[in-house]
């Protein structure tokens, strides 16, 4: 079991800037990949950002092209904790951002953390 508690969420101004948390606990060797998804009301989970750990270069991290550019993601491998710093934010950007952790290459066995909240005001 992995357990996974996000937090840095809030509500900021087009433009500004947040870096959200994601803390791992648990069987966290068992962590091979973590990233974000979000969820606006009335639509769709997506996928935002991945991270693999133990990777060398950046190149391996995953990101939406909608954030390309303004998200980054990265990890504490000491603290089995995942960010994610979002610059230049926008109004479409307000949805519950939720933390995942995968065993593997595939999503089989995922585990979801609850979720925090962004609100970009326009």
């Known amino acids: 079991q992995v357990h996974l508690v996000e937090s840095g969420g809030g509500l900021v101004q087009a433009g500004g800037s947040l870096r959200l948390s994601c803390a791992a606990s648990?069987?966290?060797?068992?962590?091979?990949?973590m990233g974000w998804f979000r969820q606006a009301p009335g639509k769709e989970r997506e996928f935002v950002a991945s991270?693999?750990?133990?990777?060398?270069?950046?190149?391996?991290?995953y990101y939406a092209d909608s954030v390309k550019g303004r998200f980054t993601i990265s990890g504490d491998n000491a603290k089995n904790t995942v960010y994610l710093l979002m610059n230049s934010l926008k109004p479409e950007d307000t949805a519950v951002y939720l933390c995942?952790?995968?065993?593997?290459?595939?999503?089989?066995?995922?585990?979801w953390g609850q979720g925090t909240q962004v609100t970009v005001s326009s």
């Open positions: 648990g069987r966290t060797f068992s962590s091979y990949r």
């Open positions: 991270y693999v750990w133990g990777s060398i270069s950046s190149a391996s991290n």
């Open positions: 995942y952790s995968d065993a593997g290459i595939t999503d089989r066995g995922r585990y």
